[in-house]
Structure formats: C-alpha cells, structure tokens
T-cell receptor, first 112, second 116 residues
C-alpha cells in the first residue's frame, strides 16, 4: 500500500528562521497528499493539501509542492513564528480505501 | 465548514468502569468516521473505521469487544472503552471523511482518557 516517510525531529528553531520538513512518499498512481498540524493538547488540523502531481498547496505561509520526479511533498515556511510550534504530520490515502496513512510526525518548537 | 466535535474533552474514570466518547460532524454528514489512539510523542494509531449503519472495521490487534464502536447516524459515532484499565489511558481522536475524492479527513479535538 501507499506510505510516507517524514523527518521525525524534534526540531527547535528561532523565530523568523526558515523551515523545511521533508516528506517522501511511495504510491500507486498519484493520490492526494496532505500535511496536518497538531497544536499542543488538540486534534489534527488540515494544514494544506495537493490533489495531483505538480500542484502546490499553501496555507498560513506554509507551502508544499507535489513532486512526482522526486516522490516528495516537503513542507516549507520562509519565516516561522512562535505560534507555529506544533507537531506536523505528512499523510497519504492508503490506496483502495478511505484510510489515511500518516508519517510519524515531527515536533517543531520555535523560540522567540 | 467541516467541523468535528468530540465529547468529553477529558475524562477520568476508575479501573473496571466503561467510558463513552462521542464524535459528531457538526455541519456535514459523514458515512465514514475513524477512531485513532495517540500515545505520547507517537504518531496516530488507527483503531477502527466506523461505518454508518453497519459494523465497524477494526485494525489488526484492536480488541473489538473492548473498544465498542457505534455509528448510529450520519453525524454521530461513539467509542465505548469497556472495563477500562490504566493501560487504556491515552488520547483518543476521531475524524470524519469530507465529501469529494481527495480522502481528506477532518479531525475532532481529541479526548484525554485517564484510568486510575
């Protein structure tokens, strides 16, 4: 079935630093790809998605491009804020079902 | 749109008792909901897929008699942890499938269960 592999961290950055969280996928065809974010003590929120190859998803200053050549969907933000401190999950549909397969999550801490 | 709620947000119960957690889709209908368990510093573990009007589908290793799931309507799924023990203490999160082919899921805020 489909799968994703992502950086696990944890990562600590200073405010206004550049952020990249790597995610690579293995899939049959070109399924949608997702980034979810989990703030402390909360459930997951959809951060952004891309539904086909070469699409770019963006939200709240975060971006990720669906690259079929490198089978990647890396998450980037040019200038992180303290409020971006959270756990970030890359996800992909399992294939043949409505289930999602999640990466292991990466905890980001941004210090002022 | 696409809001999912969970109740309660936190619950403490004594060992041997049962606890029910509700998951509701507030502004859309969800034929499929999912229940996850999350351990500290760990990713999500899918427990089961809840299907409206039919039996839930459990993942391998999840005890169906211990974690009872009922999806009685298109907006409500419940998870009952029966005869809870301290090892059942965890963060339980539900999600519901949105409309459309992209398979994105909308998550509830989670329920922190502590069994004493």
């Amino acid at each position: 079935g489909n799968s994703v592999t992502q950086m696990e961290g944890p990562v600590t950055l200073s405010e206004e630093a550049f952020l990249t969280i790597n995610c690579t996928y293995t899939a049959t065809g070109y399924p949608s790809l997702f980034w979810y974010v989990q703030y402390p003590g909360e459930g997951l929120q959809l951060l952004l998605k891309a539904t086909k190859a070469d699409d770019k998803g963006s939200n709240k200053g975060f971006e990720a491009t669906y690259r079929k050549e490198t089978t990647s969907f890396h998450l980037e933000k040019g200038s992180v804020q303290v409020s971006d401190s959270a756990v970030y999950f890359c996800a992909i549909p399992q294939g043949g079902s409505e289930k999602l397969v999640f990466g292991k999550g990466m905890k980001l801490t941004v210090n002022p | 749109g696409a809001v999912v709620s969970q109740h309660p947000s936190r619950v403490i119960c004594k060992s041997g008792t049962s606890v029910k957690i509700e998951c509701r889709s507030l502004d859309f209908q969800a034929t499929t909901m999912f229940w996850y368990r999350q351990f500290p510093k760990k990713s999500l573990m899918l427990m089961a897929t809840s299907n409206e009007g039919s039996k839930a589908t459990y993942e391998q290793g999840v005890e169906k008699d211990k974690f009872l799931i009922n999806h009685a309507s298109l907006t409500l799924s419940t998870l009952t942890v029966t005869s809870a023990h301290p090892e059942d203490s965890s963060f339980y999160i539900c999600s519901a499938n949105g409309a459309g082919p992209s398979y994105e899921q909308y998550f509830g805020p989670g329920t922190r269960l502590t069994v004493t």
